[in-house]
Nanobody, 112 residues
Framework: QVQLVESGGALVQPGGSLRLSCTVSASIFDIYTMGWYRQAPGEQREWVSTITRGGHTDYSSSVKGRFTIFRDNAWNAIYLQMNSLKPDDTAVYYC??????WGKGTLVTVSS
């Protein structure tokens, strides 16, 4: 049974940094891609970043150069390092596996 649990969301000032974590309970053999999505208040959920089984990473244009996705060697967790945060980054951030499984999200608020 796949379980994804996000953590690390917080209130942070503009320009600050935050690291999100997603604990992954799944067989490593079932993981093809892991990713982060976000949903701002009143908006649709949007893709943020992906890391594939082979280690390839990709980012939306709105976060490229500021966010970094990475994982631990055993696929027990993935992370999203967020730097130079902006108020527009305020959202609930969700972890995703294989475009099928979702965590419950963690709230990031960027505000002074």
């Amino acid at each position: 049974q796949v379980q994804l649990v996000e953590s690390g969301g917080a209130l942070v000032q503009p320009g600050g940094s935050l690291r999100l974590s997603c604990t992954v309970s799944a067989s490593i053999f079932d993981i093809y891609t892991m990713g982060w999505y976000r949903q701002a208040p009143g908006e649709q959920r949007e893709w943020v970043s992906t890391i594939t089984r082979g280690g390839h990473t990709d980012y939306s244009s709105s976060v490229k150069g500021r966010f970094t996705i990475f994982r631990d060697n055993a696929w027990n967790a993935i992370y999203l390092q967020m730097n130079s945060l902006k108020p527009d980054d305020t959202a609930v951030y969700y972890c995703n596996m294989n475009s099928n499984y979702w965590g419950k999200g963690t709230l990031v608020t960027v505000s002074s």
